[in-house]
T-cell receptor, first 116, second 111 residues
C-alpha cells in the first residue's frame, strides 16, 4: 500500500539553526499537510498546501515556518531560527481531496526534531 | 473544553475483550476520522465516518456517530495484544484541511 515517507526520522539541531524536514507524499495525492506533536500533547495542525500555495495555516505557523514543493514528489517544511520549544514530532500527511470531500489524510511516521 | 475530547484517557483490557472509546466534538462536521498511533510511530488512518452516516464497520472496528450529541465511539471487538496503541478521533469541522485531534485514548491489551 502506498505510504507517506518522511526523512530524517530524527533530527538534532542547535538552537538558532535552520532545519528542513522532508516528505514524499502519496503519488496521486494533491493535498499536503504538516502537523506537529509536542511530547505528551495533542497533534496540532500547522499548514495545508494545494496547487503550490498555502490553503490554510494555524497560529503556530508564523514567519519562522515555510513550506515548499520543490519538485513533483517532495514536500518540505523549513523552520528558521529554531527554538527549544520547536522540539516535537513533525508529521507530514497527504490526501486525494480536502476534508469536505470525505477523503482521509494519510500520515507519515514523523520526524522527531530535538533542539539543543 | 476543547474539540475532539476522547474518553477514557486510558483503557486496560484482556485479550479477547471489547474496547470502546468515545469522542466528543464541538462544531459541525463533514466527517469524523479515527486514527491509531503506536508508540513513537505515525498516525494510521482507521476509518472515516461521514456526517450523514450513523454507523460504519471495518473488520473488527465499529464506529458510530451521533451528530445531535456531537459524539462518536470506536469499538474494537475481540481485541488483540497488537491493538495496544493510542487512538485518536479527529474532525475537520467544515474546514478545508485542518484536522483537530483529541488527546487520545491509550489502549493496553494484555495477552
Amino acid at each position: 500500500e502506498p505510504e507517506v515517507t518522511q526523512t530524517p526520522s530524527h533530527q538534532v539541531t542547535q538552537m538558532g539553526q535552520e532545519v528542513i524536514l522532508r516528505c514524499v507524499p502519496i503519488s496521486n495525492h494533491l493535498y499536503f499537510y504538516w502537523y506537529r506533536q509536542i511530547l505528551g500533547q495533542k497533534v496540532e495542525f500547522l499548514v495545508s498546501f494545494y496547487n503550490n500555495e498555502i490553503s490554510e495555516k494555524s497560529e503556530i505557523f508564523d514567519d519562522q515556518f515555510s513550506v515548499e514543493r520543490p519538485d513533483g514528489s517532495n514536500f518540505t517544511l523549513k523552520i528558521r531560527s529554531t527554538k527549544l520549544e520547536d522540539s516535537a514530532m513533525y508529521f507530514c500527511a497527504s490526501s486525494e481531496g480536502p476534508i469536505y470531500s470525505n477523503q482521509p489524510q494519510h500520515f507519515g511516521d514523523g520526524t522527531r526534531l530535538s533542539i539543543l | 473544553s476543547q474539540q475532539g475530547e476522547e474518553d477514557p484517557q486510558a483503557l486496560s483490557i484482556q485479550e479477547g475483550e471489547n474496547a470502546t472509546m468515545n469522542c466528543s466534538y464541538k462544531t459541525s462536521i463533514n466527517n469524523l476520522q479515527w486514527y491509531r498511533q503506536n508508540s513513537g510511530r505515525g498516525l494510521v488512518h482507521l476509518i472515516l465516518i461521514r456526517s450523514n452516516e450513523r454507523e460504519k464497520h471495518s473488520g473488527r472496528l465499529r464506529v458510530t456517530l451521533d451528530t445531535s450529541k456531537k459524539s462518536s465511539s470506536l469499538l474494537i471487538t475481540a481485541s488483540r495484544a497488537a491493538d495496544t496503541a493510542s487512538y485518536f478521533c479527529a474532525n475537520g469541522g467544515t474546514s478545508y484541511g485542518k484536522l483537530t485531534f483529541g488527546q487520545g485514548t491509550i489502549l493496553t491489551v494484555h495477552p
